[in-house]
């Protein structure tokens, strides 16, 4: 150290950027990439934006900022079939990545593939307090006629206005839920639960602890 300083500045910097390491230097590369990216997109140079994100992946695999990127990317063009699969390789990757949970749903959906992206958006929303996402998956369920769903989804939005101390939700999703309970009468699994049925169970087990 005492070596570099006693060098110019700007030999300083090339002594410590050469003593990094390789892993360090390709992290850095691909964070750049990813930038070069985001200023393509920001120029409407898709196919550019495209090339850097995975160039980005190509030099480190493990680049959440990346994936979102590139996955979003994909959607915005149409491309949901690539999309989930971009989703899906960063979830293999990056598994506490919950915003690639959110955008594989996302595309699975626009592909078709309701149950699957039902199943993504769930877990994604079983475990935070993300209002939009929980809307989301209720219209989700509502348009499909998964009215028991439905019910389930806006219970757990009751509980996280309760908890986040939304006053309006709480109005809103509090009619909502008597609403369904009087559509779904005796199908609802939390007022007329099922001896057997565990699906049925669990899902008022989770009701009566607020998700």
Known sequence: MERVRALSPFLA??????????REARASSAQELVREARAHEAA?????????????LSL????????????????RRGDAREAERVYSVAMEHVPGL???L??????RWQMGMRDEAENDLWAYVADTDDKAALRELAGWFGEEGKVPAQLAAWRRMLAVAERTSDAALVREARTTVRALQILVG????VSAPVEGDDVRRAVARMARRGG
């Not at 910097?13 to 390789?22: E, Q, Y």
């Not at 480190?60 to 959607?75: F, H, I, K, N, Q």
């Not at 005796?186 to 699994?189: I, L, T, Y």
Request: net charge neutral; glycine share 6%.
């Open 13 to 22: 910097l090339v002594v410590i950027a050469l003593a990094a390491s390789p």
């Open 98 to 100: 919950r915003a690639a």
């Open 102 to 107: 959110v955008g594989r749903a996302r595309a």
């Open 60 to 75: 480190d695999p493990t680049l959440a900022d990346a994936y979102l990127g590139l996955g979003e990317l994909r959607a």
């Open 186 to 189: 005796p199908a609802d699994p």
């Open 44 to 56: 409407h140079k898709e196919e550019l934006a495209l090339r850097r994100y995975s160039e980005a």
